[in-house]
């Protein structure tokens, strides 16, 4: 059982949490004793005598209840413990046996593991195959629009981007800058102010100072983006 997942303290609960911790690790054991180059004969040989051993245990642990039934109940009481203690003990032996006598189970683990490793495989070549049509589709897009960043952010490369925020006029939409972390400088003016581009931040058709911003960080500074508007419009 992974260190992250405590044991719950509802009983019910608990034991699934057991037997799920108990497939894993029969799973995990039988492959590596594959690896090793032990048969799938004497590596199921091997992990039934640890399951069956275990339920040997606990058959000892409910036999050594059978004579221990509290005194102060009564004979009826203690004929019925008796009864129920040698009834549970009877059928833990029966899950030995069928526990020692399961055969199969690492050639089952072979064929599984066959079988992922040719999911995995061909869920790496669909993988391959979109990324090369996203990085098409990518190539496409325009820059600085929020049509690509979403694209960026589907794909999980959108990290590098700045992430100021402004709100575009004609529809009221929240848009995030575009451009590439740190190229904001408030001394940078845009280009139709004689200036440098890379100063301002910009999506669609919106571009924004935040360097003279308070309380309210990336607004839009007015005259500046209806201009901007107009110069990227024609």
Not at 19 to 46: C, F, K, M, P, Y
């Amino acid at each position: 059982m992974p260190e992250s997942e405590r044991c719950s303290s509802d009983p019910v609960r608990r034991v699934s949490q057991y037997q799920t911790a108990a497939v894993n690790a029969r799973l995990r054991l039988l492959a590596i004793l594959a690896a090793s180059g032990l048969s799938a004969d004497e590596a199921d040989e091997l992990v039934g005598a640890l399951e069956a051993g275990a339920v040997a245990s606990a058959h000892c642990d409910v036999v050594e209840l059978e004579g221990n039934a509290p005194d102060e109940r009564g004979e009826a009481y203690e004929h019925g413990w008796f009864d129920g203690t040698t009834k549970m003990t009877g059928q833990l032996v029966q899950i030995a046996d069928r526990t020692w006598e399961q055969r199969g189970r690492a050639a089952g683990t072979a064929a599984l593991s066959v079988h992922l490793a040719d999911a995995r495989q061909q869920e790496r070549a669909e993988l391959l195959r979109l990324r090369a049509f996203v990085d098409q589709m990518l190539e496409q897009t325009h820059p600085n629009t929020m049509e690509r960043r979403r694209v960026l952010e589907v794909l999980g490369e959108a990290g590098g981007l700045c992430t100021a925020r402004t709100v575009e006029h004609s529809t009221g939409d929240v848009i995030v800058c575009t451009r590439e972390a740190g190229h904001s400088n408030p001394d940078d003016k845009p280009s139709w102010q004689e200036g440098k581009p890379g100063g301002w931040h910009h999506a669609n058709v919106s571009m924004w100072d935040d360097s003279s911003a308070s309380s309210h960080p990336h607004q839009p500074t007015g005259a500046g983006v209806e201009e901007a508007s107009r110069d990227l419009e024609q």
